[in-house]
């Protein structure tokens, strides 16, 4: 029986629509959101958020569309952002562990006081040597980095600080609560806050003083609202903070399987020490700011640092203490952080 003109015309309609289609899927745009609490003048916004968004778009021939939202343009708080990536909110967010205090207890361990040095680098490659022992923490989310920065250094409206004693009573501000334990082993008063908030803090005179790396200093204009900045000898820092750059986890598994690979690629170790050895590189430019103001940059001598280490080691064993209350082998994870750390750091 012959086939009509119509019945032919039908197969090859059919065919073009199927055609499309897959090109459609294979050609499929997706557009990622990314929420952090910084400027667009951050450091984390100009050499982290945007050079890794044009890496995935440019790899991934334009597939892949990426929207940053600086400064918490997406809505929210900063202690928000964990719970906003987690939900949905955001596909993409980065963020302070310590603003959701109990959430990563683990991953802690490399913010700890003589823990961590004073080199984002080698923290970095340490938190990949072991991130096995920390994945728990991030169970509900894909995490892309898991980071520190260069470390705190402690910035004074007044004055400068030569020992413990000297920041006695005096009100600080801390990135997390372990940072809060420092504060109160030195006999002072912590003060939790996001950074942005920090500038009116220090100029309305609500805390005497701020742990806070080198690099946030000219985005934030803290060099005009302190009079020092201390750290310890050949550049130690008072322990640090922990980041998370982290993805939905039903966002990236719904992607097709060469767009997870790019987004694979742009993750972990390489991007690690890549950002580490960027971190520590502007920390000088922090410093430089804070002199050109006529304020001091101050390094402790050997001796001055190693009394506030001695402070250091009762936070760390009271950390310790509290993972193994949690089932936690707090003191295993201490042992494997430094031993990393002090490998990536000779």
Known sequence: MPISFHTLKAAAIGAAVSLCATYSAQAQEVTLTVQHF??????????????????????????????????MALGGKPPELYRQVRDGAADIVWTLIGYTPGVFPRSEVFELPTVHGGSARATNLAIQDNFDLIAADYEDVQPLLIHVHGGNALHMVSKSV??????????????????????????????????????????????????????????????????????????????????????????????????????????????????????DATEESGKDVQRGSGGEVVQLTAEQTAAFDALGETVVDRWTEEMTNQGIDGAALVEAARGSIETHSE
């Open 162 to 279: 030569a020992s413990p004693a000297d920041v006695a009573n005096l009100k600080l501000r801390t990135p997390s609560r372990t940072g809060a334990w420092m504060i109160e082993s030195w006999g002072a008063e912590p003060v939790g806050m996001p950074v942005p908030a920090l500038p009116q803090a220090l100029a309305k005179g609500a805390v005497d003083g701020a742990l806070i790396p080198f690099e946030i200093v000219p985005p934030l204009k803290v060099q005009d609202l302190t009079a020092a900045s201390i750290e310890g000898a050949a550049g130690a820092r008072f322990g640090t903070s922990v980041f998370m750059f982290a993805m939905n986890k039903d966002r990236y598994a719904g992607l097709p399987a060469d767009l997870q690979a790019i987004i694979d690629a742009n993750s972990g170790r390489a991007f690690a020490q890549s950002m580490g050895e960027i971190w």
């Open 38 to 71: 910084l400027s667009p003048k951050s450091i984390t916004h100009t050499k982290m958020i945007e050079p890794w968004a044009k890496r995935l778009e440019e790899q991934s021939n334009g597939r892949i569309k990426v929207e940053i939202f600086p400064a």
